[in-house]
């Protein structure tokens, strides 16, 4: 195990003592949001549950030490890393020992993701160690991610993880989409069905991000933000602007992220090809007031992925008052019924052409569009709002009462 022992990260968890609601351990396999949204969603609950009174949430995190350098955590916020080798997990007695006893001294283990060596050892040693846990998918079982190594997955699947899902107490869905998805692969199960929360500052300011970045001077801002990943459907955003882009060169469209799997090499190849090199601005993954001045200096957001479990940067997008535009697949059926955006197919025809219908809304109907989103953003995403319903959830797997406030999918389809 490694630990590091400043900002709040606590070297041996299972020396402390014990809360009224007990220990809970936040599992994942990464914690550097370069991974993706789930590494900054679950520092953030563990956060948000430590408010609480009695809880002492922790964040176990299976990565490397590098991954914590740049982190901004809470300052109180215990963390844990623990090597994420899978061999390591195997031949070694003394760190499955080690982890077991930290296991032993949580009152509840809530394990994020599957198909990693985080989400094995930790079902593995909650059962051996009579604790309850809880498992959340974060869109792992959707159709598309399943059908990438698929063979490999059904293989995985047979020997390990339908055990893992059918052992947890609760199967925790980011969305009824997913929680459909997690019968469909076979789970009987409890559901709870709790979205990612946000934080939206108070003040962002638009002028950072267009002082960083001249090219975007004087024009509207489509923003793609996030892994730049052939999932998220980056593709289809080219394709789909190649379209329409000659039409509007009072317009630009920002790729914003970091490069997952060579994909953004990918994309710098596809700009020449499809000629809009001028029409598009690449940059590097964008943190904290960064973030939030690109948001602020954007007009749409745009995100045609293939498979989400829940967007954090979407939640992100509305929260900011900003329209968005996302794909079927992001589960995020409100924002269409709320005005707030639009919901497309992941089809480069019908996406360009929903483009060229936002790029001609008149001011009034956007702003009222903007208004709706970051209602939708406030009302059902609110950190608040998600940590009462864990909050309830936790208790209820130890015995309390029904959680009134969680959307619950119980029967199977």
């Known amino acids: 195990m490694w630990t590091m022992e400043h900002r709040g990260i606590s070297p041996d968890s299972s020396t402390e003592p014990t809360t009224a609601k007990g220990i809970w351990l936040e599992v994942l396999s990464h914690i550097d949001p370069r991974f993706g949204g789930m590494s900054a969603a679950v520092p953030k609950l563990a ?48 760190l499955r ?3 077991q006893t930290t296991v032993q001294a949580s009152s509840g283990v809530h394990i994020h993701g599957l198909w990693e060596a985080s989400t094995l050892a930790a079902s593995l040693t909650a059962r051996r160690s009579q604790i309850p846990y809880v498992i959340s998918p974060h869109g792992m079982l959707e159709p598309w991610a399943l059908a990438n190594k698929r063979r490999k997955k059904q293989v995985y699947a047979s020997l390990f993880e339908r055990r893992n899902l059918d052992g947890a107490a609760c199967v925790h869905a980011l969305t009824r989409s997913e929680a459909l998805d997690c019968r469909r692969f076979g789970y009987k199960g409890p559901i709870a069905i709790i979205p990612n929360g946000i934080d939206v500052p108070t003040t962002y300011d638009a002028s950072l991000f267009r002082a960083r ?11 793609f933000l996030g892994r730049v990943h052939y999932k998220k459907g980056v593709d289809l955003l080219l394709h789909a602007w190649a379209k329409l882009s000659d039409r509007h060169p009072d317009v630009v ?109 008149p001011p009034e109907t956007y702003a009222t569009m903007s208004s709706r989103a970051e209602a939708l953003a406030r009302q059902s995403f609110s950190w608040q709002r998600v940590t009462d319903c864990m909050d309830q959830l936790y208790q209820w797997i130890h015995g309390g009462p029904h959680p009134h406030s969680v959307e619950f999918l119980e029967d199977a389809v």
């Open 213 to 223: 970045f001249p090219r975007i001077k004087g024009k509207r801002v489509l923003l």
């Open 47 to 94: 956060e948000e549950l430590r408010k609480r009174q009695g809880y002492d949430a922790r964040i176990v995190s299976f990565s490397s030490p590098e991954e914590i350098r740049e982190l901004n955590l809470h300052p109180h916020v215990p963390l844990t890393l623990w090597p994420p080798n899978r061999s390591k997990w195997m031949t070694d007695g003394d």
């Open 253 to 361: 469209l920002v790729i914003a992220g970091p490069d997952s799997e060579g994909t953004v090499a990918k994309v710098a190849r596809l700009l020449v090809t499809l000629n809009i090199s001028s029409r598009v601005l690449l940059t590097d993954m964008l943190k904290s007031s960064a973030k939030w001045s690109a948001l602020a200096a954007s007009d749409y957001f745009v995100l045609p992925s293939y498979s989400e479990g829940l967007s954090v940067a979407t939640l992100e997008a509305l929260g900011c008052g900003l329209p968005v535009i996302i794909s079927e697949q992001c589960n995020l059926p409100q924002v269409q019924a709320n005005g707030a955006g639009w919901q497309v197919k992941t089809d480069v025809d019908e996406l360009a052409q929903t483009l060229m219908t936002a790029l001609a809304v």
């Open 97 to 99: 020992r080690r982890f």
